[in-house]
Nanobody
């Protein structure tokens, strides 16, 4: 089994910062792309940022210049540093990872349960 566990959410004032972490554990052979998604109340889940195993990152336009995604391949962990937070960043943030559990070329997407980020004064 594979588990993704997020941490680091909470309440922060506008302009503040938070750092999210997501650790993958279990029977893991290798991890390809890892990413962060978010879902605000009443809205669909949206992609925030992704990062490849080689460190290539992509961001949704609304977070460019404010958020930074990174990963530690040795720890199977992905991070999201969020700066200059705005009220519209309020959402449940979910971790996603594309993982294969054996040497076969079978990859599956796994999701964490989410961590709530609230940006409010």
């Amino acid at each position: 089994q594979v588990q993704l566990v997020e941490s680091g959410g909470g309440l922060v004032q506008p302009g503040g910062s938070l750092r999210l972490s997501c650790a993958a554990s279990g029977s893991i052979f290798s991890i390809n792309v890892m990413g962060w998604y978010r879902q605000a109340p009443g809205k669909e889940r949206e992609l925030v940022a992704t990062i490849t195993s080689g460190g290539g990152a992509n961001y949704v336009d609304s977070v460019k210049g404010r958020f930074t995604i990174s990963r530690d391949n040795a720890k199977n962990t992905v991070y999201l540093q969020m700066n200059s937070l705005k009220p519209e960043d309020t959402a449940v943030y979910y971790c996603n990872a594309n993982i294969r559990q054996t040497m076969s070329n079978i990859w599956r997407n796994y999701w964490g349960k989410g961590t709530l980020v609230t940006v409010s004064s």
